[in-house]
């Protein structure tokens, strides 16, 4: 379990999100764009709607891994966090810039991503304790890979910004923007994926859509979303016990007081 070797990843995440130049088109400085509706999942209930008086301030897209613990075999498995690194997709929003995609391909992006690019972090060796032999952890010291831009081809190279992981008290955390957002949260509701949601290469099936709070000494950010997912659910606990990986990733919308 990765939790105890977190205490230094906060000051980590800050060192690596450094900006990256020489992106093949330079998708990060240019006007805010306006506030989008937030994605539906067009089921019988939805993630409550964005509150007055807070404004859109990213979007990101998260590429990473699930974990999870098999207690015992046949078991549920029990979610024990997430490890993403994160690129900023606010400029291809439709309309927001000359380079936006239409809104079918903006919200296929997280499927195109996991389906079309390695995930990016540093994984163990070894398979021991793992429910899945083809699923291996990430690594308990250094999980995350060097600070680069995500290069999908057509949709050119997404810039860095940063990384989500949890902390050791089990919080999910977020620190971007070399320190700008420094989110940490917990969940406020979830509701299942869209049926139609791409079930990752691992064949597991979408993760929930989340509205997730930020506590009181958070930064940048006082509410998250995270929608359009895919991949991230467990292959199950039917066959073994230990530890699972599933990757996957998702949309994070960022929210937060609106400016003056």
Not at 59 to 86: E, K
Not at 218 to 233: H, M
Request: with cysteine; aromatic share 8%; proline share 8%.
């Amino acid at each position: 379990m990765i939790g105890q070797s977190l205490l230094m990843l906060a000051s980590a995440a800050l060192a690596l999100g450094s900006p990256v130049a020489a992106a093949k088109r330079d998708i990060s400085c240019r006007a805010p764009m306006a506030d989008p509706p937030l994605p539906l999942t067009g089921g019988a209930t939805e993630l409550p709607p964005v509150p007055e008086g807070l404004e859109l301030k990213l979007i990101a897209l998260g590429l990473g891994i699930q974990n999870y613990t098999c207690a015992s075999v046949g078991a549920d498995a029990v979610a024990t966090g997430a490890l993403a690194m994160f690129y900023d997709i606010s400029l291809l929003y439709p309309e927001s810039g000359p380079d936006s995609l239409t809104i079918e391909k903006f919200n296929q992006l997280p499927a195109f991503a996991i389906n079309h690019h390695a995930i990016p972090l540093r994984f163990n060796d070894s398979t021991e304790g793992r429910v899945e032999v083809s699923s291996p952890g990430a690594s308990l010291v250094r999980p995350f890979t060097r600070a680069a831009p995500l290069d999908l081809g057509e949709y050119g190279k997404l810039p860095f910004i940063g990384h989500h992981f949890f902390n050791t008290d089990g919080a999910p955390t977020f620190i971007l923007k070399r320190g700008r957002f420094n989110v940490v949260a917990a969940k406020k509701a979830a509701v299942p994926a869209p049926g139609s949601a791409d079930p990752g290469p691992m064949g597991t099936g979408a993760v929930a859509w989340l509205a997730l709070d930020a506590n009181a000494n958070s930064r940048g950010s006082t509410l998250v979303y995270r929608v359009e997912t895919t991949g991230g659910n467990s292959h199950g606990c039917s066959k073994a016990a230990g530890q699972d990986s599933t990757s996957y990733a998702a949309q994070y919308w960022f929210y937060g007081p609106k400016s003056n």
